[in-house]
Structure formats: C-alpha cells, structure tokens
C-alpha cells in the first residue's frame, strides 16, 4: 500500500478517536507502526519529575509501566529539558542529551535497555507550568535509532494528533460543561486579584480573601487595591495603570512587584495585563485590565528552570544537574540520583557556574527561586 494511503487511513483513525477515546490505542498502535518503532504512547509528566501518567500505551508491558511510575519517574534523564520544546515540535532523546550519555544513565540502562528500546522520538502535545502531555514512539532494536525518515514521518503524524487532542476536549468539554472560573482560580494556592482600570478588585480567590484579611500585605482601599509597603504601592500602581493604558512593555511578561523584602517573608506579586488580544475575553465582561498573582517567593514552581534554561541556553544535561542541586543536594547524592559519576556531575556544573556567574550550588539555588513566576 502507498504511503499517502497508509496515512491517509491513520488520519482518519486519529479523528475517530478524538470523538471515542476508546479507539486511541488502535490510532497509537497506528502511529507506532508509520513511524518505525515497539512502542508508543499518550502520557504526561509533572515537570519536577515527581508524578507522571498515561492516558493511552500500545507495546508497553504493565509490569515495566508500574516500575517507571514507581521508580524511574526520577530518574528519566529527558525530563524537565523535554518539556521545553514548543508543542508540536517533534523532538528525539540526542536533543536533550547526547545519546552515549543517554546509554550510561540507569534509566535506560534498567528500564529501557531489558525491553529491547534503544531511543525515542515524541512531541509535546500540551504544556502547564506544572507538567507537559506528550506523544512518544519508542524505537526498538529492529527500528535502531531515530533516524530522519521516523522523524519525517513522525511531522506527517503529529498536526493530526494536535487537531485530535483539541477537539477531544472540545467535546468533553461540551459533555462536562464548562468549570466556574471561580472554582478554577481557587485551586490556584497562589492568591489571585482582577482589577478595573480604577484598581478595584472585581474578583478575588480564596487566597485572596485570606491574605486581604491578613492585612499586612494589601487592602482594599477607597482607590481600589492598597499595597502596605510605600514602594511597592506605587510600583503596583504604575503597572495597573500601564495595564489600562494597554501599554506594550507590560503585555506579555507582566512585571513582578516585592512586596515584603525581609528575608524568611519576600512575598511577590506578578501583574499580567487583559488589556490585548485574547486575553480579554477572559476579563469578566473586559471590565478587568489585569490579573495580579501574589505569593510567597519559593522553589516550588517548577517554571523557572525553564526560563533559566532559555536565558542562560542551557543544556539538557545541565538542566537535568540543575534540578538535581535544587531538588536532592549535594554532589555525591546527586551522582546517586541520576545514576551518573561525581566527575561528570561536576562537570556539567562547571557550565552553569560559568553561565550563570555563580560560584557555589546555594547560589544557583537563589538564582533558580529568583526566576520563578506563576505564568506559563
């Protein structure tokens, strides 16, 4: 059968699927085989590498699907650096980490390397600040290592699955109704304030309630939302008005406020203007111009090794060490962790250092907790 045909039919099973779900292990099994490879599946991952799932597998077995999310969920070297790659974007195991290197860790080495896989090829589907859905087919010994053929076929592939995955939700969306903005934005452990142009909260979280009622860090005052620190009030104030002035310098990135500067307490609040594009059709009616998020600055929002990544162009390999120091410590543990030498560990801390113009892990640390930010 011609290729065009072949795809063609996949096509239309990837569509059939997004409207019964039941029939995306047939539409993975499909995939597996266009693409070249023993395996494949829909999963995500937490980006701190702490939980992962699968929502579909093909060519898996149980025992080795348990043990990866019991043992080796840590110990995947591709991740947090495979959550950064654009949606879409198809992407194999050497850009992330240079393929010997891949063979020497104990995740391919324990799990990869019994069940027969030598590589991977997959694209990130969805992406959270917190964790990424993604499509992987896994190559086998037959298949041998990614080569440009997979990944060619793989880009016929990935579009539909894109398409697919919207109007899946769509239409479980549909079936579900839609969530309360509400009841959305207070899961958010992040206190969260709607402000008119005349800064006026038009909604707050749950966690707002409780930080207003706190006092110590903002009120609402007759001219709308007060920050208790002079400083702060009027950089709060000079970013929501730049907000209602729809001002470019604010419209992406937002800007962050310090809103309490002692050093056990440095509370921070990021300002994200509603004032553009599609962002206003959630501004409640367009009668709010920004979105302020405060919380207490720490280390559990994994974003910032992403935005460290991006700015200090680090590697795969660094990323992974990177993490490593903020998650489990000194050199020796971290060698442990990742299944790597201590030499190699100082060796890809050597290049953050030098990146980053640090010297000592705890600085590295402080600079990873200085970039993080609660958008994605």
């Given at each position: 059968?011609?290729?065009?045909?072949?795809?063609?039919?996949?096509?239309?099973?990837?569509?059939?699927?997004?409207?019964?779900?039941?029939?995306?292990?047939?539409?993975?099994?499909?995939?597996?085989?266009?693409?070249?490879?023993?395996?494949?599946?829909f999963y995500w991952q937490d980006?701190?590498?702490?939980?992962?799932?699968?929502?579909?597998?093909?060519?898996?077995?149980?025992?080795?699907?348990?043990?990866?999310?019991?043992?080796?969920?840590?110990?995947?070297?591709?991740?947090?650096?495979?959550?950064?790659?654009?949606?879409?974007?198809?992407?194999?195991?050497?850009?992330?980490?240079?393929?010997?290197?891949?063979?020497?860790?104990?995740?391919?080495?324990?799990?990869?390397?019994?069940?027969?896989?030598?590589?991977?090829?997959?694209?990130?589907?969805?992406?959270?600040?917190?964790?990424?859905?993604?499509?992987?087919?896994?190559?086998?010994?037959?298949?041998?290592?990614?080569?440009?053929?997979?990944?060619?076929?793989?880009?016929?592939?990935?579009?539909?699955?894109?398409?697919?995955?919207?109007?899946?939700?769509?239409?479980?969306?549909?079936?579900?109704?839609?969530?309360?903005?509400?009841?959305?934005?207070?899961?958010?452990?992040?206190?969260?304030?709607?402000?008119?142009?005349?800064?006026?909260?038009?909604?707050?979280?749950?966690?707002?309630?409780?930080?207003?009622?706190?006092?110590?860090?903002?009120?609402?005052?007759?001219?709308?939302?007060?920050?208790?620190?002079?400083?702060?009030?009027?950089?709060?104030?000079?970013?929501?008005?730049?907000?209602?002035?729809?001002?470019?310098?604010?419209?992406?990135?937002?800007?962050?406020?310090?809103?309490?500067?002692?050093?056990?307490?440095?509370?921070?609040?990021?300002?994200?203007?509603?004032?553009?594009?599609?962002?206003?059709?959630?501004?409640?009616?367009?009668?709010?111009?920004?979105?302020?998020?405060?919380?207490?600055?720490?280390?559990?929002?994994?974003?910032?090794?992403?935005?460290?990544?991006?700015?200090?162009?680090?590697?795969?390999?660094?990323?992974?060490?990177?993490?490593?120091?903020?998650?489990?410590?000194?050199?020796?543990?971290?060698?442990v962790a990742l299944g790597i030498?201590?030499?190699?560990?100082?060796?890809?801390?050597?290049?953050?250092?030098?990146?980053?113009?640090?010297?000592?892990?705890?600085?590295?640390?402080?600079?990873?907790?200085?970039?993080?930010?609660?958008f994605s």
């Amino acid at each position: 059968m011609l290729e065009s045909e072949v795809l063609s039919a996949l096509i239309a099973t990837i569509y059939d699927a997004a409207l019964d779900p039941e029939l995306w292990p047939v539409a993975l099994e499909g995939i597996r085989d266009f693409v070249g490879g023993c395996a494949a599946n829909f999963y995500w991952q937490d980006v701190s590498k702490e939980n992962a799932g699968v929502f579909h597998c093909v060519g898996i077995e149980l025992s080795y699907l348990e043990a990866y999310f019991q043992t080796y969920t840590k110990l995947n070297p591709l991740y947090p650096a495979a959550a950064f790659f654009t949606p879409g974007e198809v992407f194999g195991s050497d850009a992330v980490i240079p393929a010997l290197e891949f063979k020497q860790t104990r995740f391919y080495r324990e799990w990869m390397s019994p069940q027969g896989m030598v590589d991977s090829l997959a694209a990130n589907l969805e992406k959270s600040v917190t964790s990424v859905a993604a499509l992987a087919v896994i190559r086998g010994e037959r298949d041998g290592m990614v080569d440009e053929e997979a990944r060619r076929r793989m880009r016929l592939v990935v579009p539909h699955v894109l398409r697919a995955s919207s109007i899946g939700h769509v239409v479980a969306e549909h079936i579900r109704g839609k969530a309360a903005l509400t009841d959305a934005l207070d899961r958010i452990a992040a206190a969260v304030f709607l402000v008119d142009a005349a800064g006026r909260t038009v909604f707050g979280n749950e966690s707002a309630g409780v930080l207003l009622g706190s006092g110590k860090l903002l009120r609402n005052g007759p001219g709308g939302l007060v920050a208790t620190d002079k400083v702060a009030n009027r950089a709060l104030h000079y970013a929501l008005g730049a907000s209602a002035r729809g001002e470019a310098e604010f419209d992406l990135a937002g800007t962050v406020i310090l809103l309490s500067s002692e050093p056990d307490q440095r509370w921070l609040a990021h300002v994200l203007p509603l004032t553009s594009g599609a962002r206003q059709q959630s501004a409640f009616g367009h009668s709010a111009v920004a979105a302020v998020f405060v919380r207490k600055a720490s280390l559990d929002v994994p974003s910032p090794l992403e935005t460290m990544a991006r700015l200090y162009r680090l590697t795969g390999s660094e990323v992974r060490v990177l993490h490593a120091i903020v998650d489990t410590g000194g050199v020796p543990d971290i060698a442990v962790a990742l299944g790597i030498s201590e030499s190699t560990v100082r060796t890809h801390l050597k290049r953050p250092f030098e990146k980053t113009s640090t010297h000592r892990q705890v600085d590295l640390v402080k600079l990873v907790a200085a970039h993080a930010s609660p958008f994605s």
